[in-house]
DNA sequence: ACTATTTGACCTTA
DNA sequence: TAAGGTCAAATAGT
């Protein structure tokens, strides 16, 4: 607002161009800091349980063909969903490994949106009657993204085949060796709303977070890694608000809607091991949100 | 031979 | 009725 208004009084014909537009980059800059805060209070947002519960155990009339064609009337219950949001810029594409393994049953093109849609359902369905599946689409907005979707939960033995302290350990020594951009899987699941199997145990101790799509915040390092489950332990979301409530940010105000939030392609977290990252954020803004959009 | 994927047809849902 | 979701025969891969 200082910026703008300092922009606004240098509207004269005496205001140099340069002047204007050094101003003008210092109001984009903030914006881009200003989305930055809102995706950090969209983690608590997103996680609002009532958005993954709304559909469990809701019954639904529905109509099924049995052996003979006859349509039968029955009642089924939706399945519960989860949806996240993947960047992938490595070689395994939308078949990264997230740990189950899935057969692909269908591909259908969506009105509307540029890349088809792939079906997915749990190998286990008929051996052992799991009916965990997701759909997997490549995101309009960035080529690199995708987005997944899960429906139910897995009840299969044989899930989880890969050890996925094992990929974080392999990630970290990627990091740790500075690897280069050649010939690296890299999988950075950006956005997630409830992950819809039990974090493994290295998840929740390694749980790190990062913002997508806002250059300055994707960092060479987090590109070269690969991450999964990515949100933050109850500590972190702790230390989050502890650093936005604190003296410094007293009078920012949030007022964000989750789905303005969900929708937005800025959406994610911000990888607080990183923390220089963190400092980056010019965190003494003030956002009226409401204001912000309108 | 067995398993996975592709893809057009069919079914369900809103 | 159109769009999204699923089925299953044909095909590809191992």
């Known amino acids: 607002m200082e910026f703008a208004n300092r922009l606004k009084s240098k509207i004269d014909p005496l205001a140099s161009p340069e002047e204007c537009d050094l101003l003008l980059e210092k109001i984009l800059s903030s914006l881009d800091k200003s989305l930055s805060i809102l995706n950090l209070k969209a983690v608590n947002t997103i996680r609002d349980p009532f958005c993954c519960s709304k559909n469990e155990g809701s019954d639904l009339d529905y109509y099924s063909r049995d052996q003979g064609k006859n349509m039968v009337s029955k009642k089924r219950k939706l399945l519960q969903q989860w949806s996240k949001q993947v960047r992938i810029s490595g070689i395994e594409g939308p078949n990264y490994d997230d740990g189950y393994s899935w057969r692909k049953y269908g591909m259908k093109d969506i009105l509307r949106a540029n890349h088809p849609r792939a079906y997915y359902r749990c190998t286990h369905r008929n051996t052992q009657g799991c009916l965990a599946t997701k759909q997997v689409q490549k995101s309009d907005e960035d080529p690199l993204f995708f987005d997944v979707t899960y429906k139910g939960k897995h009840n299969c033995k044989a899930s989880q085949s890969v050890d996925i302290s094992q990929e ?85 105000e949030f007022s964000t809607t989750p789905t303005s939030v969900i929708n937005s392609p800025f959406c994610g977290y911000l990888d607080l091991s990183v923390d220089d990252q963190v400092d980056n954020i010019d965190l003494s803004l003030m956002i009226d949100v409401s204001e912000f959009f309108t």
């Open 168 to 252: 974080n350990q392999k990630a970290n020594y990627n990091k740790n060796q500075n690897v280069g951009n050649q010939k690296v899987e890299n999988l950075n699941i950006i956005k997630e709303e409830d992950f819809p199997f039990t974090p493994l145990k290295s998840e929740s101790e390694n749980s790190q977070f990062f913002a997508n799509s806002m250059e300055p915040f994707t960092s060479p390092i987090a590109s070269e890694s690969l991450y999964l489950s990515l949100l933050p332990t109850q500590e972190e979301e702790f230390e989050l608000d502890q650093i936005l409530q604190s003296s410094k940010l007293s009078h920012i």
